[in-house]
């Protein structure tokens, strides 16, 4: 058995936490089994465990500094030399991880982009320059989760980097009018009560704060209409307290974060994403797979995510007031059954699969 080294500040709900567990539960455990080297307890480590997988522990780069941080790693690395296959999912950071494992000679070392934030200041461009051309030096293999991505993690090699789509299941997220009425009934909605939902961590990269002034001019058009915010984050008590601030607390709901998210998907009427930046945007693939009229920042989320005519794509200059215009005033539409292979979790676990068992001897 082959066991490949994930690592990843940590394995808590967010969309490349999620694409490695897909991998993770539809790849052949019996040839290769995955453990993780995280920073801190995540949302999925009990399920990890109880697959077979190894979770190890280690203060992240901002907290002791890279100094400390490449000496634990090469530490790590001479003490588990059965690690054959490094997988880092930490963007600019998987410089540092990578030079680590190459000092140790792990002969597969992978960087995988999965964002493609650009809105870094000067001296964050600059250091990221540095750590970029470390990625670029010991990295054997690029993964991205798409071409906005590798284009911002690994420029003049980004034509070198494997598009790996976030697959999902495709028959879980597909509509349930059963899994529909199941939610509503958990909160006590009524049928015709619009709901304006969002999946995602509650961090200031996700753009909360706006979605909620968004939603306070909906509100004006549409009454019977309240927002679910389901995910966790450091974010959460400010979120809460702009609803405060904004009149609207009693019309948001925080659900924490889900095994069965495909039950949201179908409860919701609506999906508004007025993220910040995005490697790709995994929810709103299975948002469109659902059925659901998905609303999403144009420029910054990549065109991948369009797989149906169910997604719009508005400027994030424009106001809360253009967003909220082009979400209609009532539920009324068809949900209709979405089919897209090319996002399958099974095509694309089998992929990953074919890759690490081919890629050492």
Not at 163 to 178: D, P
Not at 232 to 241: H, L, M
Not at 306 to 333: G, R, V
Request: with cysteine.
């Amino acid at each position: 058995m082959k066991r490949v080294l994930n690592i990843i500040r940590t394995m808590d709900m967010g969309g490349a936490q999620v694409m490695i567990m897909n991998i993770y539960r539809n790849i052949d455990r019996t040839k290769i089994q995955f453990d993780f080297l995280v920073n801190e307890k995540g949302f999925f480590d009990e399920e990890i465990l109880k697959m077979g997988g190894k979770i190890f522990y280690m203060p992240y780069i901002t907290n002791i500094g890279q100094f400390s941080y490449s000496r634990q790693l090469q530490k790590f690395f001479r003490e588990h030399p059965e690690y054959k296959i490094v997988h880092s999912h930490i963007n600019q950071v998987s410089g540092i991880i990578l030079e680590s494992a190459n000092k140790a000679n792990v002969p597969v070392r992978i960087a995988h982009a999965h964002s493609s934030n650009n809105k870094n200041h000067m001296i964050a461009k600059i250091y990221k320059k540095y750590l970029q051309n470390k990625i670029n030096v010991n990295a054997t293999h690029l993964f991205a989760c798409s071409k906005d991505a590798a284009n911002w993690l690994f420029t003049n090699r980004a034509n070198e980097a494997i598009i790996l789509k976030n697959g999902i299941h495709i028959k879980e997220f597909q509509f349930s009018e059963e899994k529909r009425k199941e939610i509503r009934d958990k909160y006590h909605i009524e049928k015709d009560t619009t709901i304006i939902g969002n999946v995602a961590r509650l961090e200031e990269v996700k753009n909360h704060t706006f979605l909620l002034e968004i939603f306070k001019k909906y509100q004006i058009k549409n009454n019977n209409s309240i927002l679910m915010l389901v995910g966790e984050g450091k974010a959460k008590e400010k979120i809460q307290k702009k609803a405060k601030e904004l009149n609207i607390e009693n019309k948001v709901y925080f659900i924490s974060n889900q095994k069965e998210i495909s039950k949201y998907y179908c409860a919701f009427d609506y999906f508004v994403f007025p993220s910040l930046f995005e490697g790709l945007g995994i929810v709103l693939i299975e948002a469109q797979i659902s059925g659901l009229k998905c609303f999403a920042s144009d420029k910054v989320i990549p065109k991948e995510t369009q797989i149906t005519e169910l997604i719009k794509y508005i400027d994030l200059e424009n106001s809360a007031k253009i967003w909220a215009d082009q979400i209609p005033e009532n539920n009324h539409y068809e949900r209709k059954i979405i089919d897209n292979e090319e996002f399958n979790i099974s095509t694309i676990a089998k992929k990953m699969e074919k890759f690490y068992l081919e890629s050492v001897k």
